[in-house]
């Protein structure tokens, strides 16, 4: 859950004296480009709705540095703060340190995003190497004989995906069964 970060982001606000605030969140990954929160967010700041944001940690506004270079643009152009406590950011002055942490962690956490994600393949990998079936199990065997029999009552593909409850064949996959 976003409730630590939530909480912490709070007391900064009311160390601030930050009473204007609306709190955008999103569970989906940092690493998706298009998210709800961040898409509400950018269309906010470019109807020039935002002064600061507010953020608990940089990767929770994206692991790729390409992403949070194009999102630190569109801060820019359009005068709106970018702010992270917990790292040391605060664009809302000229500071070149800032600047250069920035990067430097954007950097880092794109780097530590592949690693991830190469992790997550070598195990993906690895499991299959030792024959680990991934993915949906197939459902066609478990009604193989069901679609044969209304196959010969005359049934088209669609009226028995919809009779079986499986969906997503169309007449065509169920030609020749």
Known sequence: TTDS???SLREYCG????QDVQVITDTTSGSKISRKGLDQL???VSAGKVDVVLCYNL???GRSLSHLVQLLGEFAAHRVALIVPGQGINTSSSNPASALLLNMLGAIAQ???SIIVERVNAGLAAARARGVKLGRRPTLGIHRSEVVRLRKLGY???AIAKELGIGGYDEG????S
């Open 111 to 113: 780097f530590e995003h």
């Open 173 to 176: 996959v169920w030609a020749g």
């Open 59 to 61: 990767d929770r506004l």
């Open 15 to 18: 160390r601030h004296d930050w």
């Open 42 to 44: 950018m269309k906010a």
């Open 5 to 7: 970060q939530l909480a």
């Open 156 to 158: 088209s593909g669609r």
